[in-house]
């Protein structure tokens, strides 16, 4: 096996109920275990399977059949696959001379598809063009390969083949396959991309060497009873390439290209890059290990939150039951009823705070001492679920010099004054304009 290079890539209250569901919810958000992904457009295609086969010839051509399978959802009506005819310079200036690709055919099983001339063929609207051609688009910097079918919501394999004329480089020690099987100018992903790359049979594979640039997943290896390299990938996101390059010793096969490099640079190049691929993957695991920090300081934060939150229900919102003698006819105890609500809250619950359910006893209160009037509306409103809200209307709790009314308790006033506070509305209830708090904009104070 030989090592993969990556080129530049890689109460219980309502407000105990809302802290809680935002407990989970964060712990959910940080920990997520299912991960679902849709396309919402009704036409779309995937690449479940390439298969690339390769051969050598003694004259450095290289023959190649590419078996491509698509996925497609929705009509189509043609494809295209782009044969770039210039190295890289940036990463591999060794070699100037531009590609020479002939020879190309495209079949679907037993169907060979016809060639179209550039006259003949409709550049602007390659849908228009008759099923089962092709046509060959040279430029400047690539060759175009469109082919026509008529497919919908099928899945078919398209067996394409050329020959590169002079895929070999003679370099000043070593000859070179620099190619890319797969280029990144996909814009989704291919799955299952096996390449093989096949040597005449008098080549003495021990004295080659291959690499392999892309994905970290991928993998290259030499068999020496098949005289094969294998280029091998599950995955190839979109937007990155998979490529080969092998060297061996010169004089085993007839080139035409000559380079400017040699085996010495090409081994220091691909040691470069793999040292490049050692420090990312090094970055990218201490990048790791602080989100892994990070999940489990938040997850163990919010364990404790909501521990906390189990705790301060159960013993301080959850009521607690009297003691049997105490209820029972027999009892000689009983709850003193002169109390304010607020107060005997604070007493059953031996705290300090009052909670919604006594400020909502005090209204009641209110109400039956007819300082508040309770109103509902007249008929349900909204629209998924319809249902009746309900009103306050402040009567007054002053009596008629002026003063505070004497039947109301001295803590009523204060939550009659806390009421006085909220924001009125105008609203038509039993043929009345009355001005009214919508008890809906309380949230959680009862």
Known sequence: MFPIVERYTIFMSRRFLRISILTIGL???????????????????????TTIRAELFHDGSMQVV????????????????????????AVSPMRTAPYDIADFRVCE????????????????????????TYVVIPSKDKIRLQWHFRATSTTNTYTISYRVLNAVTTQSDVDELYWQWIGSEWDLAHKNVSATLSFPQDVQYGNIQAWAHGPLSGRVSISDSQF???????????????????????????TSVQGSGSKAQIVKQEEKFIKETQEKLQKNGDVLRVV???EWVSFSVAVAFFIYLLFSFFTTHKDRSLPHFF???????????????????????????????????????????????????????????????????????????????????????????????????QKTLGGKSLLVIPIASMGNWI
Request: glycine share 6%; proline share 6%; aromatic share 14%.
């Open 109 to 132: 099983g037993a169907i060979c598809f016809r060639e179209l001339s550039l006259k003949e063929a409709n550049a602007s609207d390659p849908r228009s063009n008759p099923d089962h």
């Open 66 to 89: 590419e078996e491509r399978t698509y996925d497609f959802h929705g009509d189509y009506r043609f494809a295209y696959r782009d044969f770039l005819v210039h190295s890289d310079q």
């Open 228 to 254: 094969k390299i294998a280029f091998i990938v599950p995955e190839l996101p979109s937007g990155q390439f998979w490529e080969g390059r092998v060297i061996w010793p010169t004089g085993i096969l007839r």
């Open 292 to 294: 892994w920090i990070f």
């Open 327 to 425: 209820l029972s006819s027999e009892g000689q105890w009983e709850p003193p009823s002169s109390l304010h609500p607020l107060q005997l809250d604070m007493l059953l619950s031996t705290g300090t705070k009052v909670r919604p359910r006594a400020i909502s006893a005090a209204i009641l209160q209110l109400i039956q001492l007819r300082a508040i009037k309770l109103h509902r509306s007249d008929s349900k409103e909204g629209l998924l679920f319809p249902k009746y809200r309900y009103y306050l209307e402040l009567l007054g709790n002053m009596d008629e010099n002026g003063g505070f009314r004497k039947e109301i308790p001295s803590l009523s006033h204060e939550v009659y004054a806390f009421l006085d506070r909220f924001t009125k509305e």
């Open 27 to 49: 712990f959910a958000y940080l920990f997520p275990t299912v991960h679902v992904s849709a396309d919402s457009s009704d036409k779309w295609y995937a690449l479940p399977k």
